[in-house]
């Protein structure tokens, strides 16, 4: 069984998430924030994160690239970039993740994703904003 943080401040959302993958086998852990997703990996690291963009406090690339820049074996998670932003393939590009979803998806591609996370296991390089 993997683990997989959600980091998501859309509380509806990230409990449809957390089902879906529950229920396909995952264990899920939750933060609602960048700042706090961070404060969660320092807790445990999970599997693979599941990663929305736009979020309060610390978004989604900061995050990425905090884990990054921490090089405590952070910057080896998957991350599965979750969104309704436009642009979201340059967003993943700056991440520096392949594993991205527009909104709106449907949970069968999300599970799909983030089990071809778990089993590519690439990890993200993320680029500096210019």
Known sequence: MSELLIVDDDDDLADLLADALEAHGHHTR???????????????????????????ELDGPAMAFEMYMHDRGLEAIPIVLVSGIVGL??????????????????????????????????SPVPKPSA
């Open 89 to 122: 393939p340059k967003i993943a590009a700056r991440v520096g993740t392949p594993y991205f979803l527009s909104k709106p998806y449907t949970l069968d591609a999300v599970t799909r994703l983030c089990d071809k996370a778990l089993e590519e296991r690439v």
């Open 30 to 56: 939750r933060a609602v924030n960048g700042a706090q997703g961070l404060k969660a990996l320092a807790a445990h690291f999970p599997d693979a994160i599941v990663l929305d963009v736009e979020m309060p």
